[in-house]
């Protein structure tokens, strides 16, 4: 039988976790700062533990209830039990303390909350026939259906998974600016599409890496620009906050300058930057991601963008111009030692760090610091009541 241990919450891990009062550092899923709880420990390590909340004995003032059923069992999100306004106040913090040592009253820090719209893209696990996410750091799926995070359209066809005869395997879906769908589907199973294709918007369904109706891409559209976006070609989740980041881009460029945009995936970035620079230099080491940029650039009627294949940290040794701005948006692993050096090297004017991971962006920081002031942070909600927060940060040459 499971110990239950009664306790107090004193505030919020990185991760949304409560941090428990107890001897040993215990982190503890839905529960907030200033609560007393009834909990038990899920997982034992070295040096912490983990728990989840079993009983509320003395709730915090700003505990909601959720709008999501699946809440806290299903793995996508973490912060449903706080109002949107509370979420953000987490995140600023969070960030804040994260990169404080890079960030002082002069530093320009801007907020961009998230409308909702809804993500494009989702990716649910089948097991048994049943259709959802994961628990939290398990493999026990949550059946749900429909997902408040998501875009209508995607809601729509779930109901439409049933019928397909998929008994394990993994669904994506993808939606694109005017409800069109993307449908991959992975599994052993024979499938049959045929309830798919009475759906009007699929645009393409591709199983197992091969099509198999219609497209592996459609077109999605940021701003006046238009995308092609293959079904596994990156992409960013959150089409508005995505537009917020071409507005930063566009404040932060010049058209008498030349910018190199590292891991550029499809190009949204560099078409972008296209418009508000000289030149730009475009590298990618995903073929598919390449393969579509090139589209974009035909499809947007661009000139002054090359686009070009292959590791971004060595390539750009080939680049025989003068680069004024670098733009970066790498993995959440961030960049490697040899990139961040590669960087250096060139000793351009401006760096524009695009990061989905906070903690390897202060690892980043550590160097590039070297050489760049961090001249302006902004907060973008890319991903709405999860401890996720998309970072943008503008780093201006040393004088």
């Given at each position: 039988m499971e110990k239950k241990i009664k306790t107090s919450v004193k505030s919020l891990d990185y991760y949304g976790r409560g941090i428990a009062d107890l001897p040993k550092k215990t982190f503890v899923r839905n529960s907030l700062p200033g609560e007393d709880i009834e909990l038990v420990i899920t997982k034992e390590h070295k040096s912490f533990d983990e728990g989840i909340t079993t009983k509320l004995l003395k709730k915090s003032p700003k505990r909601v209830p959720s709008l999501c059923p699946y809440f806290p069992k299903c793995g996508g999100c973490d912060l449903r039990h706080l109002l949107y306004p509370d979420t953000i106040d987490y995140k600023i913090n969070n960030i804040k303390s994260i990169l404080k040592d890079y960030i002082n009253d002069d530093t320009l820090i801007n907020i961009y909350k998230s409308k909702n719209y809804g993500r494009n893209k989702i990716t649910l696990k089948v097991s048994n026939k049943k259709i959802g996410f994961y628990e939290k750091s398990s493999h026990n799926l949550i059946e749900i259906n429909a997902c408040?995070?998501?875009?209508?359209?995607?809601?729509?066809?779930?109901?439409?998974?049933?019928?397909?005869?998929?008994?394990?395997?993994?669904?994506?879906?993808?939606?694109?600016?005017?409800?069109?769908?993307?449908?991959?589907?992975?599994?052993?199973?024979?499938?049959?599409?045929?309830?798919?294709?009475?759906?009007?918007?699929?645009?393409?369904?591709?199983?197992?890496?091969?099509?198999?109706?219609?497209?592996?891409?459609?077109?999605?559209?940021?701003?006046?620009?238009?995308?092609?976006?293959?079904?596994?070609?990156?992409?960013?989740?959150?089409?508005?906050?995505?537009?917020?980041?071409?507005?930063?881009?566009?404040?932060?460029?010049?058209?008498?300058?030349?910018?190199?945009?590292?891991?550029?995936?499809?190009?949204?970035?560099?078409?972008?930057?296209?418009?508000?620079?000289?030149?730009?230099?475009?590298?990618?080491?995903?073929?598919?991601?390449?393969?579509?940029?090139?589209?974009?650039?035909?499809?947007?009627?661009?000139?002054?963008?090359?686009?070009?294949?292959?590791?971004?940290?060595?390539?750009?040794?080939?680049?025989?111009d003068k680069i004024d701005t670098i733009i970066i948006d790498p993995p959440r692993s961030g960049i490697s030692k040899k990139g961040l050096q590669s960087i250096l090297d060139y000793n351009c004017e401006k760096v524009i760090y695009i990061s989905c991971n906070p903690i390897t962006l202060r690892r980043d920081l550590a160097h590039l610091t070297k050489r760049y002031k961090l001249d302006k942070l902004f907060i973008l909600d890319m991903f709405m009541y999860t401890y996720h927060a998309e970072t943008v940060v503008v780093l201006e040459r040393r004088k």
């Amino acid at each position: 039988m499971e110990k239950k241990i009664k306790t107090s919450v004193k505030s919020l891990d990185y991760y949304g976790r409560g941090i428990a009062d107890l001897p040993k550092k215990t982190f503890v899923r839905n529960s907030l700062p200033g609560e007393d709880i009834e909990l038990v420990i899920t997982k034992e390590h070295k040096s912490f533990d983990e728990g989840i909340t079993t009983k509320l004995l003395k709730k915090s003032p700003k505990r909601v209830p959720s709008l999501c059923p699946y809440f806290p069992k299903c793995g996508g999100c973490d912060l449903r039990h706080l109002l949107y306004p509370d979420t953000i106040d987490y995140k600023i913090n969070n960030i804040k303390s994260i990169l404080k040592d890079y960030i002082n009253d002069d530093t320009l820090i801007n907020i961009y909350k998230s409308k909702n719209y809804g993500r494009n893209k989702i990716t649910l696990k089948v097991s048994n026939k049943k259709i959802g996410f994961y628990e939290k750091s398990s493999h026990n799926l949550i059946e749900i259906n429909a997902c408040l995070n998501v875009k209508d359209s995607i809601n729509k066809v779930l109901p439409y998974l049933k019928s397909l005869n998929i008994i394990d395997g993994e669904v994506l879906i993808r939606s694109n600016y005017v409800n069109k769908l993307l449908i991959a589907i992975k599994t052993n199973n024979k499938v049959d599409i045929t309830p798919l294709k009475s759906l009007t918007n699929v645009e393409g369904i591709i199983l197992n890496d091969k099509t198999i109706y219609k497209n592996d891409y459609f077109n999605d559209k940021v701003d006046d620009y238009i995308f092609k976006v293959s079904y596994k070609s990156f992409f960013q989740v959150n089409s508005y906050i995505n537009g917020k980041i071409f507005n930063i881009l566009k404040s932060e460029l010049d058209t008498e300058k030349n910018v190199l945009d590292l891991c550029s995936g499809v190009g949204t970035l560099s078409i972008l930057a296209s418009t508000f620079s000289k030149k730009v230099y475009a590298i990618e080491i995903n073929k598919s991601n390449y393969l579509d940029s090139l589209e974009n650039k035909r499809m947007n009627k661009v000139e002054n963008v090359d686009f070009l294949l292959g590791d971004a940290f060595t390539l750009l040794n080939d680049i025989d111009d003068k680069i004024d701005t670098i733009i970066i948006d790498p993995p959440r692993s961030g960049i490697s030692k040899k990139g961040l050096q590669s960087i250096l090297d060139y000793n351009c004017e401006k760096v524009i760090y695009i990061s989905c991971n906070p903690i390897t962006l202060r690892r980043d920081l550590a160097h590039l610091t070297k050489r760049y002031k961090l001249d302006k942070l902004f907060i973008l909600d890319m991903f709405m009541y999860t401890y996720h927060a998309e970072t943008v940060v503008v780093l201006e040459r040393r004088k």
